[in-house]
């Protein structure tokens, strides 16, 4: 018949459970690193990203572009989290 949660959780090895929830949190890492990773990538290499921000950081002491490129990867940032938020949120 059908196993409860508990009765479940009592069949499954302690170690076997350890292990996947490892694998779980380092395939959320991965996902977060890989995300991360892409997306300087694309900040870098996209000419619309540079064609915004060059013409506001040419002539800055390179600690004010910096600044600049800060606020600016932070509001990509915080839409996309935001973005990918709602639709995981839509799916679940």
Not at 14 to 19: F, G, M, Q, S, V
Not at 65 to 88: E, R
Request: net charge positive.
């Amino acid at each position: 018949g059908k196993l409860g949660k508990r009765a479940w959780r009592r069949k499954v090895p302690r170690a076997l459970l350890a292990a996947v929830d490892g694998m779980a949190k380092a395939a959320n890492l991965y996902t977060v690193a890989g995300g991360a990773l892409s997306g300087g990538l694309h900040a870098i290499s996209g000419p619309d990203h540079l064609a915004a921000l060059l013409p506001r950081c040419i002539g800055q002491r390179w600690w004010k572009a910096g600044q600049i490129a800060l606020v600016w990867g932070s509001g990509h940032g915080c839409s996309t989290i935001v973005l990918g938020m709602l639709m995981w949120s839509l799916k679940h």
